[in-house]
Nanobody, 115 residues
C-alpha cells in the first residue's frame, strides 16, 4: 500500500508564499495522477491541482496563476508552490495519488493565511 506524507504547511501573511511537499513511500511509476485537495472547516473537500504521469496539469479556477503543481519522480515527491496566498486559501491540504486499483491519501497539512 502506498503511503503519502505531506509537509510544508504553516501560517503565512496574505500575499505570502508556501511550498507543500508530498512524499510517497515507494516509486511513483505506478501513480498515473497526483492531486492536491483542500478542505476548510464546514466545507467540502475540493480539488486544487493535479498532475498526470506525463506532466499534464490541471488547476481549479480559484488558484490559476497563483499555484503551481510539479512532481519529481526521482524523489517520489509532488509539490504545490503557492503564491499570492489569500485568507480564503486557509484549509487543510491533502495529497492524493491515483493508482490503477486504488487511491491513496495523505494525512493533510494545515495552511493558515492570516495577518
Amino acid at each position: 500500500q502506498l503511503t503519502l506524507v505531506e509537509s510544508g504547511g504553516g501560517l503565512v501573511h496574505p500575499g505570502g508564499s508556501l511550498t507543500l511537499s508530498c512524499a510517497a513511500s515507494k516509486t511513483t511509476d505506478s501513480i498515473f495522477m497526483f492531486g492536491w485537495y483542500r478542505q476548510a472547516p464546514g466545507k467540502q473537500r475540493e480539488m486544487v491541482a493535479s498532475i498526470r504521469d506525463r506532466g499534464t496539469t490541471n488547476y481549479a479556477d480559484f488558484v490559476k496563476g497563483r499555484f503551481t503543481i510539479s512532481r519529481d519522480n526521482a524523489k517520489n515527491t509532488v509539490y504545490l508552490q503557492m503564491n499570492s496566498l489569500e485568507p480564503g486559501d486557509s484549509a487543510v491540504y491533502y495529497c492524493n495519488a491515483k493508482l490503477a486499483l486504488y487511491d491513496s491519501w495523505g494525512q493533510g497539512t494545515q495552511v493558515t493565511v492570516s495577518s
